[in-house]
């Protein structure tokens, strides 16, 4: 691994500070896949006014709806992932964000998400999917003496980051790099027979954990994988014992991620889509430089087996 020096402070982004919300899933099966969520990630099921299904549990929260991937550019795998919400910490960060973006004239369009309260809004990224900024509405969270955030028992399951998959990296790293304001953390150069250097992975970061958000280069526009950040490895212990017993086998893992540091495993939710539970995710220091990884399995698995996208 090596590294290059370009300027990532994060204070000269008004992004910084926004943090992953929730999700939305579209699946052709949307009772069977809430039903997946529910059982394999401990949560509880609750149905929303718009006919879709919200799968809450402590810090983490998911929306479902129907549809699956049929004719969707961000669709894959008979699951697609329409938006990503990201909340900020108070409203006068959100409207300092709003406006740094409507001075670039970046269309803002209406939240899809009933999770956010007024004030939210969406922008389309270059492959058509919606990333939607804004505050949750408290109706829709959870208090310190609720009940219904799933079963107990279970260790925490915080979250954390969602990836996605893109045939055409150069305008979505422009979009979320540059026009959102995503900090660079590590970037995935494959070496080309003509000396050159093709990136197929980027990491990005809004807090000083490694990555909120990250893009793999692939055939096609598609969902990649979502994951929840748990305190430690004994919780990933305890997570895949909970896969077992409802006998779901991991996809991918045990191992460590190079990017990242973090411990991970994966399992497949009934469209096949991934879902990651990940431990001690490093946070980088301010301004610390990009680095770069070479395309290959240690890269993406430091332990064995790598899941490469292209």
Excluded at 9 to 24: Q, V
Excluded at 158 to 170: E, S
Excluded at 193 to 215: C, K, N, V, W
Excluded at 262 to 288: C, H, Q, R
Aim: aromatic share 10%; with cysteine; glycine share 10%.
């Amino acid at each position: 691994m090596t590294t290059n020096s370009p300027d990532n402070r994060p204070d000269t982004t008004p992004l910084w500070g926004a943090e992953l919300d929730h999700i939305r899933l579209n699946s052709a099966n949307p009772d069977r896949s809430a039903a997946f969520y529910r059982d394999a990630f401990a949560m509880a099921e609750h149905a929303l006014a718009d006919g879709t299904k919200l799968l809450r549990g402590r810090d983490r929260r998911l929306i479902i709806g129907g549809g699956g991937s049929s004719g969707d550019s961000v669709g894959g795998g008979g699951v697609a992932q329409p938006y990503s919400a990201f909340r900020f910490p108070g409203a006068e960060r959100l409207a300092a964000f709003k406006s740094h973006l409507t001075a670039q004239g970046v269309n803002l369009m209406p939240s899809p998400t009933p999770l956010f309260g007024q004030g939210a809004f969406a922008v389309a990224d270059p492959d058509g999917r919606q990333v939607v900024f804004g505050l949750p509405d408290p109706q829709h969270l959870l208090n310190d003496d609720d009940d219904d955030d799933g079963p107990d028992g279970h260790p925490p399951g915080r979250l954390q980051h969602v990836v996605v998959a893109t045939a055409d990296l150069a305008p979505m790293v422009a979009f979320y790099e540059n026009t959102l304001g995503f900090v660079a953390t590590d970037h995935v150069l494959r070496d080309e027979e003509d000396g050159s250097q093709t990136l197929t992975a980027i990491f990005y970061r809004s807090t000083p954990e490694h990555h909120s958000f990250a893009m793999f280069l692939s055939d096609q526009a598609r969902p990649d994988h979502h994951a929840y950040e748990v305190s430690c490895w004994n919780d990933i212990r305890d997570w895949a014992d909970h896969m077992s017993g409802l006998y779901i086998n991991l996809w991918w893992g045990p191992g460590r991620h190079g990017p990242g540091n973090n411990l991970f495993f994966m399992v497949e939710d009934p469209d096949g889509y991934k879902v990651e539970i990940s431990a001690e995710l490093e946070n980088m220091e301010d301004g610390a430089p990009t680095r770069q990884w070479p395309h290959s399995e240690r890269s993406l698995n430091l332990w064995g087996p790598g899941w490469m996208r292209a």
